[in-house]
């Protein structure tokens, strides 16, 4: 399978497990309608049992699986196979969140597996040694977000971003990198854009706010704006 195509900047909206069932398809169907609005490329993840339909019902988002293992078919009772998420219409899966911590070998394995059943690969790193470890292996996309700001509503400074994208572009330039932690508010979106981020999200930014489906579309039409600014300088 050819894996999905992006133009940056790219959104995405993780959910992680707050919400599952109607109100995760009210937020994938606001990320849809968005994402048609404004013209951006989206990455919606889910709970694996609620995938099915945001591939089904959301074809301008790119599906998102929150983990995935390296293994093969056969055994591997409770594990995450790429082969039927790639068979169910998941485009992407996110690896190595401060959440589900991996070594670097199964990293390494886990980006492998998802090369092999045309997969997009997203990892999660910390610090800037992190990021340019992480690099070496040739994720198809990199979020370079500190642990200590998940949640927090505080963004991480402009020299973060800036080191850790020299990081990974010095050694894997064709790797998309995202700026995440602490986006909270359509403000946040913008400015980690015009910061150089090829793409940002959020988690509790969203689910957490007074109207999630209104933060979506801010969120999103922040991403659009800044994108057009950029557009216009060069």
């Known amino acids: 399978m050819e894996k999905a195509r992006l133009t940056t900047p790219v959104f995405s909206v993780n959910p992680k497990s707050y919400v599952w069932g109607a109100r995760l398809r009210e937020l994938a169907d606001k990320a849809e309608e968005c ?4 013209g951006l490329d989206s990455f919606f993840s889910a709970q694996l049992v609620d995938l099915p339909y945001v591939v089904e019902h959301c074809p301008h988002l790119t599906p998102l699986a929150q983990t995935v293992d390296p293994i093969v078919p056969g055994r591997g009772m409770g594990a995450v196979l790429p082969e039927a998420l790639a068979d169910a219409g998941v485009k992407a899966v996110f690896i190595n969140h401060a959440e589900r911590p991996r070594t670097l070998h199964d990293i390494s394995e886990s980006i492998r ?16 040694e992190d990021a340019r470890a992480v690099a070496q292996l040739h994720p198809d996309l990199m979020v370079c977000e500190l642990t200590s700001l998940i949640g927090t509503g505080q963004v991480a400074d402009e020299s973060y971003m800036r080191e850790t994208r020299e990081a990974v572009k010095a050694i894997s330039p064709e790797t998309i990198v995202f700026q995440g932690a ?22 509790s930014g969203i689910v957490c706010a007074d109207d999630p489906l209104a933060m979506i579309d801010e969120m999103m039409a922040a ?3 800044a994108r057009d600014d950029l557009a216009a300088r060069a």
Request: aromatic share 4%; net charge negative.
């Open 182 to 203: 602490g986006i909270h508010c359509g403000q946040d979106v913008y400015d980690t854009v015009m910061r150089g981020a090829d793409g940002t999200g959020a988690t």
């Open 113 to 128: 597996r998802c090369d092999e059943v045309g997969l997009l690969s997203m990892v999660a790193t910390d610090s800037v």
């Open 35 to 38: 994402a048609v609005r404004y």
């Open 223 to 225: 991403m659009a704006r």
